[in-house]
């Protein structure tokens, strides 16, 4: 819960409320306004009388479960199938639905929405059109769960944490197989993705990064992989 309420675009704001440069010293992240975990444990109006932890977690899952560094954060979530598929639409549908969540967890108005999104200036000015279909569709859910309909894109089926895996002991962003090998109740293997330019449509994610950094991101595993033997250890 703690890793989607900072992923989200408006505790972003919020942040350059605080402070504007690159970094982000502990005291200020300290002073962040997190929701507290008990706003979890409760249904909201979207979640159908579920608490809405059950309704965050599978988007959580699916959204940072590629690899299999991070098996372990997988298994903590409850899940021991093989990595998801990379899938920037289905990605972009998640974190739309999280990120108008939050805005209702934060008690954003309709018009606020709005002003938290156009904020994102350099967002919108280097890639203009993907921007407005990341706006346009956190507001069309954020709208629908103000309303009471049905927001769920028919291409988010099946539902988060039910998306298309890789096969088992595969993965693209997998550079060393977890010791105890790989998960041995994995769902039917997906088709193979191919590799894409970065089209407009291809960046939809609106993620932290884009599968072409992810493929880059050396730095990044060594330091997973780091991690692991500290714990080993």
Request: aromatic content about 10%.
């Amino acid at each position: 819960m703690l890793l989607a309420n900072l992923s989200t675009r408006i505790l972003d704001y919020l942040a350059w409320q605080k402070h504007a440069g690159a970094s982000l010293k502990f005291f200020l992240l300290e002073q962040l306004p997190v929701l507290t975990s008990r706003t979890y444990d409760l249904p909201v109006s979207w979640t159908k009388g579920a608490p809405l932890a059950d309704w965050i977690r599978p988007r959580v899952l699916e959204l940072t479960y590629t690899s299999y560094e991070m098996t372990p954060w997988a298994n903590y979530l409850g899940d021991d199938g093989p990595p998801f598929v990379w899938d920037e639409r289905r990605r972009f549908l998640m974190r739309a639905e999280l990120d108008a969540a939050y805005c209702h967890l934060y008690g954003i108005g309709r018009a606020d929405v709005d002003l938290v999104l156009d904020s994102f200036r350099a967002f919108k000015n280097k890639q203009p059109a993907v921007f407005q279909d990341t706006k346009d569709e956190i507001v069309r859910v954020y709208e629908a769960m103000a309303e009471g309909r049905p927001f769920t894109q028919p291409s988010l089926t099946p539902p988060p944490a039910q998306g298309p895996r890789h096969p088992p002991g595969t993965s693209p962003l997998t550079r060393v197989i977890p010791a105890g090998g790989p998960p041995k109740n994995p769902t039917a293997p997906a088709a193979k993705k191919k590799r894409r330019g970065k089209s407009a449509p291809d960046q939809l994610g609106g993620g932290l990064f884009g599968l072409d950094e992810v493929e880059g991101g050396d730095i990044q595993l060594d330091l997973l992989n780091l991690f692991g033997e500290d714990e080993q250890a």
